[in-house]
């Protein structure tokens, strides 16, 4: 399955992924999974906010045990971000055939879309609008840097966009939500520090997901020449911009958070012009709902005290928010006996449909041992042994919810 899916939507020259929403590569992705849902004899379907499902046994008898997870990424991602969540729920399955397990619950394999929002600029689109999370209208004004709409892209697809919106009967029908997934950090490795090699933890629980949210900050300046205006004649949104960057750093350093500019757009986007406009998303993430609004607070603060001296105009805008997700304790208590109950539980800083699910189904999360850390990366990894670990871990967790 692996070898099967790794050429999809690969670049040549960065050897990271470009499987956006409703692209070709995309396309490829859901052939992909169809074809291993049907080959294993599994019911396909596709779901109105185009979700895909694999069952086993009958959907309408409810109570329903779902894995799975996504399979787009982010601009020159890695390998393993969702598409190892995926590959290992069908593989799995198959272990669970192996053994001869005899299954009580039904059981679903998912593929969420557009989790990443690479396209549109916002995560989960999939998982949010079946939660209700995301609203038709809102999901309607989404649009790509081309300026293609959301329910466009989708038509351009094969798919009905007219149909998107919240799914409660198909959510209803679950009993419990399993996501397993690359560890987006090092927490496993660092707990190994020590351990002779081969031993460690290659497996743990997800805990809770941080408080989390992107804002779009607009620097508007006054565009004029790079070689004839004097530096004291210059509103420079460009510079208001660079001290924003920097005051992110410092006040997520002192609050125990993260903070990241990541992607820039600028206008006239000339090498000798000076700016008009400087456009700047911002991400932050923070372990509680204070410290994350303290940073954020604090970095609009920066931002307008800045601005102020270079005779900027600033805007600030939250595109997306999510609170801090805590995951059912007793769906992740039990997770953990089953596994044998010395499982390490962690936080985590990434957003997961597992965690957009959690306000509807109960929903818990495995990671797989990541030894660098490095994650949205062509340098993303987890070793073959690590993944196989996770295949038995998952196995074994839907042995014990499905088949008791």
């Known amino acids: 399955m692996w070898r099967e899916l790794k050429p999809i939507g690969r670049n040549a020259d960065t050897g990271g992924y470009r499987r956006y929403a409703w692209t070709e590569a995309d396309r490829e992705c859901r052939a992909w999974f169809q074809e291993q849902a049907e080959a294993r004899g599994l019911a396909y379907e596709t779901d109105r906010n185009g979700n895909q499902w694999a069952w ?8 329903a045990v779902v894995t799975g997870s996504h399979l787009d990424s982010v601009p020159d991602g890695g390998a393993f971000d969702g598409p190892l969540g995926v590959v290992s729920s069908f593989a799995a399955l198959d272990e669970l055939r192996r053994r001869g397990a005899q299954f009580t619950r039904p059981l679903a394999v998912t593929n969420f879309g557009d989790e990443e929002g690479a396209r549109f600029g916002l995560a989960c689109v999939g998982s949010r609008l079946a939660a209700g999370q995301l609203t038709r209208e809102a999901a309607y004004e989404l649009r790509d840097g081309d300026g ?32 397993l997934h690359v560890e987006q950090g ?21 805990s809770a997901i941080w408080p989390h949210g992107r804002w779009r900050f607009d620097f508007r300046g006054e565009a004029n020449h790079a070689g004839t205006t004097r530096l004291v004649d210059r509103r420079d949104p460009m510079l208001t911009y660079a001290e924003t960057v920097l005051a992110a750093r410092r006040e997520a350093e002192l609050a125990g958070a993260v903070a990241t500019f990541g992607k820039i757009s600028v206008e006239p986007n000339g090498v000798n012009a000076i700016p008009s406009l400087v456009r700047g998303w911002l991400d932050s993430r923070a372990p509680d709902q204070a410290a994350l609004d303290a940073v954020v607070t604090a970095i609009e603060h920066a931002a307008k005290e800045r601005a102020d001296r270079d005779g900027v105009d600033l805007a600030v805008v939250r595109e997306s928010f999510t609170p801090v997700i805590e995951f059912e304790h007793a769906l992740r208590d039990e ?15 990434a957003g997961h449909d597992a965690g957009i699910l959690s306000a509807s189904v109960p929903t818990a999360m495995l990671f797989v041992r990541n030894p660098t850390g490095v994650s949205h990366s062509p340098a993303e990894f987890a070793p073959e042994d690590d993944c196989v670990a996770g295949v038995i871990a998952l196995a074994d967790v839907l042995e014990g919810l499905a088949c008791r």
């Open 56 to 63: 086993l046994g009958d959907p309408s008898a409810g109570d």
């Open 148 to 179: 293609i709409s959301l329910p466009r892209a989708m038509e351009a697809a094969g798919y009905d966009p007219a149909a998107i919106g919240p799914d409660p009967e198909r959510l209803a029908r679950v009993g419990a939500f399993v996501e």
């Open 186 to 206: 090092r927490a496993l490795a660092a707990m190994d520090s020590g351990s002779a090699a081969g031993t460690g933890h290659a497996v743990g629980i997800a």
């Open 335 to 349: 997770l953990n006996r089953i596994l044998g109950g010395a499982v390490p539980v962690l936080g985590t800083g």
